[in-house]
T-cell receptor, first 114, second 114 residues
Framework: GAGVSQSPSNKVTEKGKDVELRCDPISGHTALYWYRQSLGQGLEFLIYFQGNSAPDKSGLPSDRFSAERTGGSVSTLTIQRTQQEDSAVYLC????????????FGQGTRLTVV | KQEVTQIPAALSVPEGENLVLNCSFTDSAIYNLQWFRQDPGKGLTSLLLIQSSQREQTSGRLNASLDKSSGRSTLYIAASQPGDSATYLCAVWQSNFGNEKLTFGTGTRLTIIP
């Protein structure tokens, strides 16, 4: 595609429910990243996929968070038993080869937990 | 741990003026530095990528410089326009094996006064 695509753009969920956020990276990009931006805060790294290597999960805030990337393309970020503090904008990015190539971000998914 | 600082946090200038945004980072082991802009409620738009071996990059009215040894980058905007109003973020790619991710500054919120 022309750019990184994320869906849904907005998601409102009840506390305790599970949610799935989707990211379609730019075609051919081997690296994919998830970040979180809470209100008034900076961007917080969550997870990084590079090709077929094991992902860097060091930024996931708790075991309620998980992510997968199927076939080296689409990625899904899953949050189980959502809490109000999970409310944030979740941003996905991709780059051609990894950390020495330009990163392109999607428009984000705004998650609100009520 | 890499820390990225952007000063000032907010800046207002009259239309037509030239301006400089500052970014500093604590760990010089970086692949590159990338500048982004973020409009309210939107994702990040990549502006410029400077490789660690480069000193500067230019795109239109934007010029970004990098002094890796001193841990500093500047983004120069010439002849500012109201459409330049946004939050500007700098981010550095770590080159430490196993710690390859973008670390963001907290941004400078720029307002161009017509």
């Amino acid at each position: 595609g022309a750019g990184v695509s994320q869906s849904p753009s907005n998601k409102v969920t009840e506390k305790g429910k599970d949610v799935e956020l989707r990211c379609d990276p730019i075609s051919g990009h081997t690296a994919l990243y998830w970040y979180r931006q809470s209100l008034g805060q900076g961007l917080e790294f969550l997870i990084y996929f590079q090709g077929n290597s094991a992902p860097d999960k060091s930024g996931l805030p708790s075991d309620r968070f998980s992510a997968e990337r199927t076939g080296g393309s689409v990625s899904t970020l899953t949050i189980q038993r959502t809490q109000q503090e999970d409310s944030a904008v979740y941003l996905c990015a991709s780059s051609l080869y990894g950390p020495n190539t330009e990163a392109f971000f999607g428009q984000g998914t705004r998650l609100t937990v009520v | 741990k890499q820390e990225v600082t952007q000063i000032p946090a907010a800046l207002s200038v009259p239309e037509g003026e030239n301006l400089v945004l500052n970014c500093s980072f604590t760990d010089s082991a970086i692949y590159n530095l990338q500048w982004f802009r973020q409009d309210p409620g939107k994702g990040l738009t990549s502006l410029l990528l400077i490789q660690s071996s480069q000193r500067e990059q230019t795109s239109g009215r934007l010029n970004a410089s990098l002094d890796k040894s001193s841990g500093r980058s500047t983004l120069y905007i010439a002849a500012s326009q109201p459409g330049d109003s946004a939050t500007y973020l700098c981010a550095v790619w770590q080159s430490n094996f196993g710690n390859e991710k973008l670390t963001f500054g907290t941004g400078t919120r720029l307002t161009i006064i017509p």
